[in-house]
């Protein structure tokens, strides 16, 4: 099988429509922006305060110029920056179109848990919690399982980012859509039956027509 | 330091190891909530409504106002004695422009200090006045290259 984090992040990048603002979490969803076709133009905001996040360029490092998780990147043409209140209203104020992040756990019913593991792990939630509830479309890219155990719950264990804000989750094994009756599966990866699936998911599904994923 | 209100401490790590040994608390703060407490307190808002957070732990021990069909969380103003900020350029007057991503919280932490010392880059003679960021009224002293200059 593919690298599962490029399945996923190539999965994800056909969500993208062309003129969409979107936000990508640090880890995996960064990895979306590498296959998004050339001619789309996506405008990528940064919660520290930009919108037209270009790639990481060797060449061109300047401290002052990083994502919001630090890393040094450039500026595409017609890119902008302003300061944290204004990146914000952007997001709270429903004008970013899709959000990709990961998460710890999804759930039945859309919520999800991405920034706390008690008494283990405690960094804090940045920015996450205004950009799952703030934007119009919100899509987990995580891997299917934690080394075998579901991220996908009948009900997250862990302290929510947010409550019911999750659209999409997109696994190197499926594509799952959050609907008001519970999560559908609408593709799987061609060597995975749907079966195998179910396995590894905690959650019920609600299978009807289930295409494959392109990979 | 006795408490600490952030919104994440994962890339430090000493602020980490000091909550954990229970020398400091730590009061965790979605970044756009805590941007706007802040903001609040500079343009004399006695705080602001905002749905991040409800139906998480972020809401326990705070009121849930329903306006609209919609729940929201009445997060306080957040006032400082001292702000410590980076500009980019600062004019004699403590006029600031800032450079790029590094502009983040520094123009709302301005407004929400008793006392705002600024480091800046450079000082210039003149800045373009449609590019001032944050007017001089805001800062009380800078510093640059190490140097201290008082702006009263």
Redesign the interface.
């Known amino acids: 099988m593919m690298n599962p984090k490029e399945i996923i992040a190539k999965r994800v990048a056909k969500e993208l429509k062309p003129g969409n603002l979107v936000n990508l979490g640090i880890g995996l969803p960064t990895l979306v922006a590498n296959e998004i076709p050339s001619d789309f133009e996506i405008y990528f905001q ?5 919108i037209g996040l270009g790639p990481y360029d060797a060449s061109n490092i ?5 994502n919001a ?2 890393q040094p990147v450039t ?1 595409m043409p017609h890119g902008m ?5 204004l ?2 209203s952007i ?2 104020g429903g004008h970013v179109d899709v959000t990709v992040l990961g998460a710890l756990e999804v759930d039945s019913e859309g ?1 999800l848990a991405s920034w ?1 593991v008690p008494g283990k792990m ?9 950009l799952v ?2 934007s119009k479309k919100v899509i987990i890219a995580m891997t299917h399982t934690n080394k075998g155990i579901p991220k996908i719950k009948k009900q997250c264990s862990l ?6 804000q999750v659209d999409l989750i997109v696994t190197e094994l499926a594509v799952i859509e959050v609907k008001k009756d519970g999560l559908h599966l609408i593709e799987r990866h061609p060597d995975i039956s749907i079966e195998d699936i179910i396995k590894q998911t905690e959650a019920n599904l609600i299978i009807a027509d289930v295409k494959l994923m392109e990979v | 330091m006795d408490t600490l209100i ?6 430090n790590p000493e602020a ?1 190891e000091k ?1 954990g040994a229970g020398i400091m608390k ?1 009061k ?1 703060v ?4 805590l ?2 407490q802040i ?1 609040a307190y500079g343009a004399g808002l006695g705080g602001i409504l ?9 809401e326990e021990g705070k009121q849930v106002i329903h306006l609209n069909d919609l729940d929201y969380l009445l997060e306080e103003a957040i006032g400082a004695d001292l702000a410590l900020i980076k500009a ?1 350029q600062t004019d004699h007057l403590g006029n600031l422009t ?11 932490m301005a407004t929400s200090a008793n006392i705002t010392v600024c480091e800046a880059t450079h000082l210039v003679d003149e800045i373009d006045p449609e590019i001032v ?1 944050t007017p001089h009224i805001f800062v009380d002293h800078f510093v640059i290259g190490g140097k201290t200059h008082d702006e009263s």
Not at chain 2, 50 to 58: E, F, K, S
Request: negative net charge; without cysteine.
């Open positions: 940064s919660e520290n305060g930009l300047d401290q002052d110029l990083t998780g630090g500026l920056y302003f300061d944290s209140s990146s914000f997001i709270r919520s706390i405690v960094p804090g939630m940045g920015g996450a919690m205004d509830t703030g302290p929510l980012t947010a409550y019911h | 952030a919104s994440h401490i994962g890339l980490g909550m730590v965790l979605p970044q756009g909530t941007v706007e903001r905002t749905p991040t957070g409800t139906h998480t732990i972020v980019h800032y450079s790029k991503t590094a502009r983040n919280f520094n123009p709302m960021i």
